[in-house]
């Protein structure tokens, strides 16, 4: 027996919402963007949109992030669905947070055009409107838990980069310092990193050997039974 059909049913909202986290070789940041209607108008939120009908929920986040920032082809995850009834005062709004990892040296030049959008230190990033605090709360403990088990902490590295650089950004995922010597004796024996005859002269006088992340090797190894754990 039908109870109820579509059009008697409550139509609510979709909204994505995107945590966008990047690395500047030194520290984590996350990209904001300052609210230009109401409610909460002129104060610091995610960067976000809402499901049309001829969308499923990735191509909703990568249309979003496309629109607002300029990018292609950046490395989205979703995080969590929030569907407090109030969170939202304007609407009945359900919202589905993803998070995405950028190089900020790559992309910084696009990203600067768009005024209100900035980037921010996680550690001084200004209180956001709604459950958003809540959302980057969830998408921070997802990347740990990922950068523990699986390389995507490359996402946010320069094509070629140093061993502290690398070292550096492990450290600003896991809120942690790292032994150096452990640290680069690991990802050795991962033998998943290409030595490059090059080298970064800015830090030193000496200067410090480049390294690339070799993902067609990884995926092999992957195949193989690997496992990448830090």
């Excluded at 979003?64 to 300029?70: F, M, R, S």
Aim: hydrophobic share 40%; net charge neutral; aromatic share 12%.
């Amino acid at each position: 027996m039908v109870l109820s059909n579509y059009s008697t049913e409550d139509k609510v909202l979709l909204a994505v919402d995107c945590i966008i986290f990047g690395f500047d070789k030194e520290e984590l940041k996350i990209l904001l963007v300052q609210r230009d209607f109401e409610p909460e108008k002129g104060k610091w939120s995610l960067i976000g949109g809402f499901l049309t009908k001829e969308e499923n929920l990735d191509q909703s986040a990568i249309r979003i992030l496309h629109h607002l920032t300029g990018l292609n082809n950046i490395y989205m995850e979703q995080v969590y669905s929030f569907s407090k009834v109030d969170r939202d005062p304007a609407e009945r709004t359900i919202s589905v947070a993803y998070y995405a990892l950028i190089d900020i040296a790559t992309h910084d030049e696009e990203l600067i055009k768009q005024n209100p959008i900035q980037w921010f230190s996680l550690k001084e990033a200004p209180k956001l409107i709604f459950d958003h605090d809540m959302m980057v709360e969830k998408a921070i403990a997802r990347l740990r838990r990922r950068a523990l088990s699986k390389p995507i902490g490359f996402e946010l590295l320069p094509e070629k980069f140093t061993m502290r650089q690398l070292q550096k950004l492990y450290e600003a995922i896991l809120d942690t310092k790292l032994d150096k010597r452990n640290f680069i004796n690991k990802f050795n024996s991962f033998d998943i990193l290409i030595k490059l005859d090059e080298k970064d002269m800015s830090s030193s006088k000496k200067g410090a050997y480049l390294f690339q992340f070799d993902q067609e090797k990884y995926n092999r190894k992957v195949e193989d039974g690997f496992n990448f754990k830090i």
